[in-house]
């Protein structure tokens, strides 16, 4: 984000807050999720999960409401670039390692992770959806093959 960019929304942000409905901080996100790039909650499950973006260690955080880290899962996938966590009707989560900044990335991946591995196991195994943006013909159009989010809608 560009430095302009950031102070009007951090502008916005400030100005649009309504004094009279201040929000209450319940807890602070530990020092070790110093990138968080995705949150989720799984119904199942009582905690919030979440993962740090790139250049961090493949790991799945189970966080408690108060805060702190009560479960790091292992992840047998490289964190390429993380941006985003979804879950499905069934509790499964997604991780969507579809970050691609500089757009030399070719093939991307949504990395699933069943339910019942969520809280058994220390080390998880993953499927591994491969994907690829289509290619663009016309060499003059710039376009970014980046995404930072996306959700499941079922």
Same mark, same amino acid.
């Given at each position: 984000?560009? @430095?302009?960019?950031?102070?009007?929304?951090?502008?916005?942000?400030?100005?649009?807050?309504?004094?009279?409905?201040?929000?209450?901080?319940?807890?602070?996100?530990?020092?070790?999720? +110093?990138?968080?790039?995705?949150?989720?909650?799984?119904?199942?499950?009582?905690?919030?999960?979440?993962?740090?973006?790139?250049?961090?260690?493949?790991?799945?955080?189970?966080?408690?409401?108060?805060?702190?880290?009560?479960?790091?899962?292992?992840?047998?996938?490289?964190?390429?670039?993380?941006?985003?966590?979804?879950?499905?009707?069934?509790?499964?989560?997604?991780?969507?390692?579809?970050?691609?900044?500089?757009?030399?990335?070719?093939?991307?991946?949504?990395?699933?992770?069943?339910?019942? +591995?969520?809280?058994?196991?220390?080390?998880? +195994?993953?499927?591994?959806?491969?994907? +690829?943006? @289509?290619?663009?013909?016309?060499?003059?159009?710039?376009?970014?093959?980046?995404?930072?989010?996306?959700?499941?809608?079922?």
């Amino acid at each position: 984000m560009k @430095p302009k960019q950031f102070l009007f929304l951090t502008l916005f942000i400030l100005l649009s807050c309504n004094p009279s409905n201040r929000l209450k901080i319940i807890a602070d996100v530990p020092s070790s999720l +110093e990138e968080v790039s995705g949150t989720e909650s799984v119904a199942s499950s009582p905690y919030l999960w979440m993962v740090n973006d790139s250049g961090n260690k493949p790991r799945l955080f189970a966080v408690s409401t108060d805060g702190k880290i009560e479960k790091t899962l292992k992840i047998n996938a490289k964190n390429h670039d993380w941006e985003d966590l979804t879950t499905d009707d069934d509790g499964n989560i997604y991780i969507g390692d579809f970050g691609n900044n500089s757009g030399k990335r070719k093939k991307l991946h949504i990395l699933k992770i069943a339910n019942q +591995e969520l809280l058994q196991k220390q080390q998880v +195994e993953v499927e591994k959806i491969t994907f +690829e943006y @289509p290619k663009i013909k016309d060499k003059k159009k710039k376009v970014s093959y980046d995404a930072e989010a996306y959700t499941i809608i079922s």
